[in-house]
């Protein structure tokens, strides 16, 4: 059974930085497709980040060259947050889908079958 945990999440004022975790069980990266979204107060929730199995990346345009996503041998998928901004206050979650492609990259929310519990991030001005 596949289950996600993450943490990581707290306050920071504009400028600042935060490392999201994302705790992988019951799957290997070799055959799951991970991303993050990021859902604010009374918004949809919205494309942050993915890696492919093959270890490929892709960000959403408001992220961009101020997020990184990656991966270590232990199961455990990071989101490296620079430069923060007030609009970047959301609750984010961990998201995993099995595939057979570590090429084809994947946005929406629709195509992830498992989800984390979700971690809050606040940013103050």
């Known amino acids: 059974q596949v289950e996600l945990v993450e943490s990581g999440g707290g306050s920071v004022q504009a400028g600042g930085s935060l490392r999201l975790s994302c705790a992988a069980s019951?799957?290997?990266?070799?055959?799951?497709?991970v991303a993050w979204f990021r859902q604010a107060p009374g918004k949809e929730r919205n494309f942050v980040a993915t890696?492919?199995?093959?270890?490929?990346t892709s960000f959403a345009d408001s992220v961009k060259e101020r997020f990184t996503i990656s991966r270590d041998t232990k199961n455990t998928i990071y989101l490296q947050m620079n430069t923060l901004k007030p609009e970047d206050t959301a609750v984010y979650y961990c998201?995993?889908?099995?595939?057979?492609?570590?090429?084809?990259?994947?946005?929406?929310?629709?195509?992830?079958?498992?989800w984390g519990q979700g971690t809050q991030v606040t940013v103050s001005s």
């Open positions: 998201a995993a889908a099995r595939t057979g492609s570590g090429l084809v990259i994947r946005t929406a929310a629709t195509l992830f079958e498992y």
């Open positions: 019951g799957l290997t990266f070799e055959n799951y497709v």
């Open positions: 890696i492919t199995s093959s270890g490929r």
